[in-house]
């Protein structure tokens, strides 16, 4: 029952959905719990996709998309943007190491997290609007008509996949920023079979719905994306935080999206 335990635990952890808690929880069951972060992601892409595909029925393409990513967004809980204003604020703060962690755990957001949230919802809906739907059709148009739908769902799937996989990596990369708190719990303390096996995980989604050519790009963008922002921010405070952490998710999930508005078109 272990496994089930911890997809329980990153259910919890990554959305709002109102799933049981477990009964017992140890620091060990919360580190092996982002073995199923790419599992979770699949299936609010799943969400995703089938909110914006069913709103095409009925409304054109840009309002579609900027419900689906609501109801998205929701269903986070927007933890993750949260991480990414924090860090926004924390980096435009300009301020040495300790005073821009004490800004980054302020729970006020100031004009840089501002502005890093609205880009980052604009860049999100203006890229999948431009993921073509076979003509902005819905999915039961897309059905009856014969396309092919699993194909149309691969964006919506490999995207937030990978981004939780991402910081599972990051995880392994760098120490936390801080002797407390949520990074300190998960920098280099996540098992290496943990990692290794929510690695296939997210491979095995890519190739799922995508040609090994174009898993091999999604690939390689989310590792370099990973690495360069993971340095950023071992370099600026340290090592992670749980809102940088957050923060890399959002960046590798906003550069997703645009990835495959460019490849999918």
């Not at 799943?46 to 409304?59: E, I, Q």
């Amino acid at each position: 029952m272990a496994p089930l335990k911890w997809f329980l635990l990153a259910v919890q952890f990554a959305t709002v959905a109102p799933v049981p808690s477990p009964r017992t929880v140890s620091e060990e069951d919360v580190q092996k719990s982002v073995l199923f972060f790419p599992v979770v992601g699949l299936l609010l892409g799943l969400l995703f996709y089938v909110v914006r595909s069913l709103l095409l029925d009925v409304m054109p393409n840009l309002p579609a998309t900027v419900v689906s990513l609501t109801v998205y967004t929701l269903a986070t809980g927007a933890l993750h943007i949260d991480g990414l204003m924090d860090t926004a604020d924390a980096i435009g703060s300009r301020k040495p190491r300790e005073a821009a962690l004490a800004i980054m755990k302020d729970s006020r957001v100031g004009a840089m997290g501002a502005v890093a949230g609205v880009l980052l919802l604009l860049g999100k809906v203006s890229a999948v609007s431009a993921l073509t739907l076979y003509g902005g059709i819905g999915i039961w148009h897309t059905a009856r008509q014969g396309f092919d739908t699993w194909h149309a769902a691969a964006p919506f799937v490999v995207v937030p996949a990978m981004s939780r996989l991402a910081m599972v990596w990051s995880m392994v990369l760098a120490p936390s920023a801080k002797k407390e708190g949520l990074s300190a719990s998960f920098a280099r303390k996540v098992p290496a079979w943990v990692v290794l096996t929510a690695t296939v995980l997210g491979i095995a989604a890519c190739l799922l719905f995508l040609p090994v050519a174009q898993s091999i790009w999604v690939l390689v963008y989310s590792a370099l994306a990973t690495g360069l922002f993971t340095g950023w921010m071992t370099r600026r405070f340290g090592g992670m935080t749980g809102d940088t952490y957050g923060a890399l998710n959002e960046v590798v999930e906003w550069l997703g999206w645009f990835v495959f508005a460019a490849i999918w078109m």
